[in-house]
């Protein structure tokens, strides 16, 4: 299959950078908003198997579910509830290595131990955010925040 997408190795940040190639080759030429995060999420998920992956976007005063991978999530996120609301107001990213201890964390599913949630910021204005869910505790790191930022810096929108 053309599209059919390897699996990396090596260093998390080997494989995120191998992946990136990947994914800004699949975006690059698309404007399709929804394409592009459906894409973005799926080769995410391939890569790291993580729990959930996906975004939310912000829709006036709420965070909307958008497109992602993993188990069925909460649809609607108040601006300042939750890790992703949180996420935007504070307008930066948000690693949690155990969501036990952030306070107001929404628990879309329980098996969820860690996450980290990186804001797509557009002229000042939260647009919406990349979250992802771990079953493992303290599962992020600033590679990941490195990396995931960059990713969402590369989305056209
Ligand atoms: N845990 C998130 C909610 C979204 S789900 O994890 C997919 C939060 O606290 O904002």
Redesign the pocket.
Known sequence: MENEQLVYEGSKAEQYQQLMANIFALIDQEPELIANLANISAALKTQFNWL?VGFYLTRDEELVLGPFQGPV??TR?QKGR????TSWERKESIIVPDVNQFPG????SSL?KS?IVVPIIRFGEVMGVL?V?SEHLNHFDDTDKKYLEEIVASICM
Request: charged share 20%; proline share 0%.
């Open positions: 959930w999530a909460c996120i939750g890790v992703c609301g964390h929404i628990a879309c969820s996450e979250d869910d």
